[in-house]
Each structure stands twice: as C-alpha cells, then as structure tokens.
C-alpha cells in the first residue's frame, strides 16, 4: 500500500496532481502528462511494486567508468536522469520508471561509482568520491548516450550530484527535482562545529573517519546498510527482499573505498583530485540554481537534512517545494514513487 497519495501533500503548497490523459497507463497512476485531468485517485488506491530485477543492464563508457545503466521507455522520449543515494541503488526507481515511461519519458537510472555493475576503466584510476567526481559523472554519462539536456532527479548522494550539475551547467539540466533541497557544501563549511544533536546525526560520518571503522564498514555492510535505512526513515516498513534486492549493488569492489573517501574528503581528511579544485572552489561559494526546481522533503526524514527554509533563495528559477506526509523518510522515490515521478513530471513542465 502506498503510503503517500497526491492529495496528502501539504496543502499550503501549490497542487499539480491529479489523472492525465497521456495514455492509460499512466493515467491509471495518477500521473499528470497533459492538461487534461479527471477525479482524484484515492488516497487508498495501491501504487504498482516492483517483484522483480530491472533485468540485464546497460553498460556504456563514459570518462573514467563503465557505467551500468536502466534505459527505459521509448528512445525518442524526454530523457529523465535518476541518481540513487547512499546507501541504496537504483532499484529506489524501480516504482518510480514504470510511472514515467508511461507518460511517456526515456528514464535513464545509472549506479554510481562503487554500486552495482558500474566500474573504474583503470586499477590506476583514484577511488575518488568527492562531490565533483560524482557530478561529473552524471555529465560524462549524458555526453556518452549523446544527451544534451535532461530533467535530473535525486535524493542523498543523488540529491547532491544533482543540484551540482544544475548550478554548473544549466545548458543540461531541463529541470530539477531535489530531495532535501540544496545539498552543495565544501571542505571549509564543514570544519564548522556543529551543535551536539547535530553532530550526533553524523556519527557514521565519525566512525568512518577511522581505520576502524573502514574496516567494519568493509565487514558488514549489509548490516549497516540496514541499520541506516532503518535510521532515515523509521515509518518505512521495508521488508527482507527489498533491502536485500538494493544491498547486492553495495557488493562493488570499489564500494567501501568510495564511501570512504566521501565521508573524509568532506571532513577534509583525504584529498580530492587536483583536476577538480577549480570546481570545488565554485561549489564553496554556494551557487545558486536557475533552472525550474521541485524540492521534496518527507515529513519522518531521519537522516540529517537541512531545513526548507534554510535553502529556499538558493533555486532563483521557477521553484515549489513539496512536503511528502504521511511517515514518509529519506528515500522517496521508494517510498513515495508516485508523488516522486508527479514532481518529475511538474518540474518538466514549469
């Protein structure tokens, strides 16, 4: 059962949702595609699950990776890029793509460096997972499948490479969709102490900042996976198969180097690649987001997030922000795939 509907978002915002007529599939889903509309679907009306793997991947060269990628719906379609977050992976779409490449959308959904099939070209290559590198990514993956502009959604680690890409090259982002809002940060903003709660919602962040916990994060991250999914979103009643289906991608040979580095490059305890300083000195100046942006935040959140308020004036384009209620946490799209793809599917057409 769904546990968000389109007429549970926070009413103080602006409503977009209601059934489109862009074919009867995603009219089923309640999605909006065109102008046309019909009755609400109810609040208790079941969103389709996923039982299955997205089945055989893509993989294509794109700078220092093989990526591996879903490409789904028509090729012709508006292309759709989804970044997945720490500690997931892409299977947080899997309810999320059915929805848009039924209104018609060609939705790409890559593994970020260190998950699932995606891997490093070279053994010589840095296991680098500064910010910058992940973003830079999303924009070498775009240039491989010949993609000049995309709508570009994302939540955590996904979240952040997004709102990257959207400040530093708005040629290629049609519109943005950002869970947890403005994510930017720098080395030098996160020497600031925090005030004791906050610090306390980092710990993992603490822990793998030590040899210990490099190796016990090496040593059991399925179980810490877990016990992080429990953590961000505590009302989500995720079961054994799907967490399961999700950790097998955190099995990459260079998963535990890469989170690693992210978490001590951003306490400025492990280097960055010299060929990126140039953009991590933009990013450290927090720059603002033009492009059209929906930024999405569940109301039971447990991970640490900052709040609305906090970033609003840094989208200077069309912009709406959107509370997902009703126990919603970290991981929308996963939790909430239809409001998910229906803020997708508003961001396109602001």
Known sequence: MDTLAPDRIDPTRRRFFGIAAAGLAAASFGLVATGASAAPRSPNAPTPRSTHMFGNLKQIRAGVLDIGYVDAGPAEGKPVILLHGWPYDIHSYADVVPLLTAAGYRVIVPHLRGYGTTRFLSSDTPRNGQPAALADDVIQLMDALEIPHAVIAGYDWGGRSADIVAALHPERVKALVAVSGYLIGSQQAAQAPLPPEAELQWWYQFYFATDRGRAGYAANRHDFAKLIWKLASPK???????????????????????????????????????????????????????????????????????????????????????????GIGHNPPQEAPRAFAQAVIDADRM
């Open 236 to 326: 989500w009643a995720f079961d054994d198969a799907t967490f399961d289906r999700s950790a097998a991608a955190l099995q990459n040979e260079d998963h535990v180097e890469i989170v690693i580095h992210n978490y001590r490059w951003r306490l400025g305890l492990a280097q960055g690649e010299s060929k990126y300083d140039a953009i991590e000195k933009t990013l450290a100046t927090f720059p603002s987001i033009g492009v059209p942006t929906i930024t999405l935040e569940g109301d039971a959140n447990g991970a640490p997030h900052p709040s609305p308020e906090s970033y609003a004036k840094r989208y200077t384009g069309k912009y709406e922000h959107r509370l997902l209620t009703g």
